[in-house]
């Protein structure tokens, strides 16, 4: 897809022209499941008939991406060995051979082996760059030939982003000179109440621009994926979140167009915004108007602003569970599958069945539309193209995989080849003779410049960015009118700024020279202000006594699920268990670039019955965890302790006594070697290290942090130091 984004003030702010061989985002060229090509096969078999390739190595169930005949997936890297991770691939759509991997360490995270590719890659054809969000939360820039890191962020370390065991990741998206990641995330201030939020980065640099959230303590992480479109003139930005509702944003400033509370629970299914703006999604969760039914099908119109209530939708058809795939629209019909792979058909206009056909046992995939025809892999290895007519649908054809061969992706469509995934191969279907598609163009905005000029939001940025004491940080103070359209740098606003710090008159801000803080700066001009938060954090050594009476500002993850507390005539900070989903977790506290250091502090555990909690120390990536169960564990990805890397063993303890615990990593040779020791606060440190376990395939840098888990009892935390090695 050559695709060009401009910004032009006073003629059409964006446009886009695609060439329809690529297919650069999981849900195709126009966000919609639509693939422009015609010559298509229509009919294969995986003995042979239409197969270009069939590649073993690249089992994902990740959708996988096409720009300029390159095909991008995630992969897991090494499955099954104690060199287990993650990796990106391109491949040559034509051979299937691999042109470059880009290989990384799982981390940190409850997520098993088999969810890695709940993402999909997305790729920006303008400047030839892919992104990609891991499993584990490791964020991503590409060079899309060579495979090159352009940029990454640690999105859990850095922004409290959450990886759980469902190992569910959003979908990374690309708007103009943006790039766009959410999640669930847990920061600091005023954004250390979970909640999902979404975080905008300059594509070419990774600085953050614009945070804004949803509404806090969602019951769910998600895997959807934001669409753009043109509403009510304006550009826009349409998905679901994890607290249940459907929401429209402005893509440039992240302000709320409208809202619609679709369900008590998170939706995973994305929505599809056809070209009058009428919005088409689903769920499968508990419904916000009666949480005694679960499901719905709705539609409504998206040119709005301000809530949309039940009363303003078009139709609504409850009781249709669409939890993980996402419709299509197709002429004056709407298809989707259920989640039992029922195929439902429905009038658009009206939301009235037109026909079902049952389609297999389970769907996770989406389905996709070339050619007027529907294309549905199934996830237990059933493909399907189907022909719509006016009673519901026909069997083109039908193939079918080996037994147990699962499909978790969708297909995609790029110069006469259909690509799909599934957790034993990679495929490719096409004609060996196919030629070259012939450019089609599209646009997925018509956005067209107001005549508007009054300046009604301001972003200021860089905006969630580390600093060290001293280190100046030059700011962009930008207006936009209130469709969300640029109007240009603003000169002469006024700052305030709260945590320390000046701005001088060249608009460059200044940390303090001293300390650890949150800052707060707002740039304001006339009645309109924008807000930008920094946290300015020394290099080490570090030292925490809790004195000031409340958590570190600054720490990722901490406030909420920790608080001040009085221990034994001091103060320190009580690892909460009121909190049912916080109760286990992690906290980072800054600089994610460090590496060989010793981390310690001070433990005192509650007792629950006959239970304990698990609490710890995070080094450079690993955790060393004293377990309730009377065990001291070293280890880095939760879910591979049997295979990647662990060392665990026996060590009692009790509750209701001070512990010291110390955890050092070293790196030497390629190699990090992790020692930890615990010891009685008031007895002498031992001399001998008391576990250690060295990583061959190991993490060379991480923020220190602290690990717990509340479930069964409370802990307490004291004197946290930090120190490089000597």
Not at 210 to 232: C, G, H, K, M, Q
Not at 336 to 343: N, P, R, S, T, V
Not at 424 to 444: D, M
Request: with cysteine.
């Amino acid at each position: 897809m050559k695709r060009y984004l401009a910004v032009m003030i006073g003629t059409v702010l964006l446009s886009s022209a695609v060439i329809a061989e690529d297919w650069a985002h999981w849900r195709g060229p126009n966000n919609d499941g639509h693939s422009f090509e015609t010559d298509v096969p229509e009919k294969w078999s995986p003995k042979g008939e239409n197969l270009l390739w069939r590649k073993e190595e690249f089992a994902s169930r990740a959708t996988p991406v096409v720009m300029n005949d390159r095909v991008y997936v995630v992969c897991r890297a090494f499955p099954e060995t104690t060199k287990e991770g993650e990796k990106t691939v391109c491949i040559d759509a034509k051979t299937g051979e691999l042109i470059w991997e880009s290989i990384h360490n799982l981390y940190l995270t409850d997520a098993p082996a088999e969810r890695v590719g709940w993402s999909s890659v997305v790729g920006d054809p303008q400047t030839d760059t892919v992104f990609v969000l891991g499993l584990g939360c490791v964020f991503q820039c590409l060079d899309g030939k060579s495979g090159r890191i352009l940029w990454e962020h640690s999105m859990s370390e850095e922004f409290g982003m959450l990886s759980t065991y469902g190992g569910r990741t959003n979908f990374p998206v690309v708007f103009e000179d943006l790039v766009i990641i959410s999640g669930v995330t847990t920061g600091w201030g005023e954004t250390a109440v979970p909640a999902h939020r979404l975080l905008a980065l300059d594509k070419k640099t990774g600085v953050p621009r614009w945070l804004v959230s949803t509404r806090i303590r969602p019951e769910d992480t998600t895997y959807t994926t934001p669409v753009f479109a043109t509403l009510n003139g304006q550009a826009a930005m349409v998905f679901s979140a994890a607290d249940g509702a459907i929401y429209a944003i402005q893509p440039r400033t992240g302000k709320t167009i409208w809202k619609y509370q679709a369900s008590t629970r998170g939706i995973n299914s994305t929505p599809v915004v056809d070209d009058k703006g009428i919005v088409y999604c689903g769920h499968a969760e508990q419904n916000s108007s009666d949480t005694t039914i679960l499901g719905a099908v709705f539609a409504f119109d998206g040119n709005v602003e301000g809530e949309i209530t039940e009363e303003k939708l078009l139709w609504k058809i409850p009781k249709r569970a669409l939890g993980r795939s996402s419709l299509v629209k197709l002429e004056d019909r709407i298809y989707f599958l259920e989640d039992g792979a029922q195929l439902v058909i429905l009038d658009a206009k009206t939301g009235s069945q037109v026909a079902q056909k049952k389609l297999g046992r389970i769907m996770f995939g989406s389905p996709i539309v070339a050619n007027g025809k529907l294309y549905v892999a199934e996830n237990t290895g059933r493909f399907y193209v189907l022909k719509p007519t006016d009673k519901g649908v026909d069997t083109v054809s039908e193939a079918r995989l080996a037994q147990g061969e699962e499909v978790f992706g969708s297909p995609a469509i790029s110069n006469g080849r259909l690509f799909f995934p599934s957790i034993e191969a990679l495929y490719c279907i096409g004609k060996a003779t196919s030629p070259v598609t012939k450019p089609t163009k599209t646009s997925i905005s018509r956005e067209k410049r107001t005549n508007d000029n009054v300046v009604s939001q301001l972003v200021l940025s860089p905006t969630e960015v580390l600093l060290t004491p001293g280190q100046k940080l030059p700011l962009q103070v930008l207006g936009y009118n209130k469709a969300g359209q640029l109007i240009g740098p603003v000169k002469n606003a006024e700052f305030t700024i709260e945590g320390g710090g000046t701005v001088g008159a060249d608009n460059v801000y200044t940390a303090p020279k001293e300390g650890v803080t949150g800052v707060v700066l707002t740039a304001k001009t006339g009645e309109v202000s924008g807000k930008s938060r920094l946290r300015v954090i020394p290099e080490l050594p570090w030292k925490f006594d809790f004195s000031g009476e409340k958590v570190p500002p600054v720490w990722i993850g901490a406030d909420y699920r920790h608080k001040p507390a009085p221990l034994d005539g001091e103060k320190g900070l009580v690892k909460i268990s009121t909190i049912p989903k916080g109760t286990r977790s992690q906290a980072w506290m800054g600089w994610t670039h460090l590496h060989d250091y010793t981390i310690q502090a001070d433990f005192k555990a509650t007792k629950k019955g006959d239970r304990l909690p698990d609490m710890g120390l995070i080094n450079q990536r690993y955790t060393l965890d004293l377990q309730g169960a009377q065990r001291l564990q070293i280890r880095s990805w939760t879910a591979r302790l049997e295979l990647r890397f662990a060392k665990t063993q026996d060590f009692q303890w009790q509750a209701d006594t001070w512990y010291t615990m110390k955890f050092q990593s070293v790196t030497d040779a390629g190699k990090v070697t992790l020692r930890g020791k615990i010891w009685k606060r008031e007895e002498q440190e031992p001399a001998d290290w008391q576990i250690e376990a060295t990583d061959e395939v190991p993490n060379l840098k991480g923020s220190p942090g602290l690990f717990g888990n509340a479930t069964d009892a409370e802990f307490f935390i004291d004197n946290v130091i930090v120190n490089a090695n000597k």
